[in-house]
């Protein structure tokens, strides 16, 4: 089982990008979905993330109000939008799910999540 997360790439400071993360059709509507990031020398990180009904959804304090978290069940996708970003938001970015049952509140810990995707690189430039 694979998740394939794209939509990196290098902006300016204040610019826009759309991560996707495409799932196995199984596997993405049993699971719930996260976003999490991973600067150099640092510990990998929760983002953002949203449960498998859809109806919960979490942010980390840093990006809350800019990072936009939304899943397309007939996509089977999960993206992450992300606005006015920063230079400090540069890392490589991976999706993550875990299968929960569907009123499970959204997941915000890394421990909780059970499949990664690859990573995508985001690079922000001052």
């Known amino acids: 089982v694979q998740l394939q997360a794209s939509g990196g790439g290098t902006v300016q400071a204040g610019g826009s990008l759309r991560l996707s993360c495409a799932a196995p059709g199984r596997t993405f509507s049993r699971s719930a979905m996260g976003w999490f990031r991973q600067a150099p020398g640092k510990e990998r990180e929760f983002v953002a993330g949203v449960n498998r009904s859809g109806g919960d959804i979490a942010y980390a304090d840093s990006v809350k109000g800019r990072f936009t978290i939304s899943r397309d069940n007939a996509k089977n996708t999960v993206y992450l939008q992300m606005n006015r970003l920063e230079p400090e938001d540069t890392a490589i970015y991976y999706c993550?799910?875990?299968?929960?049952?569907?009123?499970?509140?959204?997941?915000?810990?890394?421990?909780?999540?059970?499949?990664w995707g690859q990573g995508t690189l985001v690079t922000v430039s001052s």
């Open positions: 993550a799910a875990v299968q929960t049952i569907l009123t499970v509140p959204v997941r915000t810990d890394r421990e909780d999540y059970k499949l």
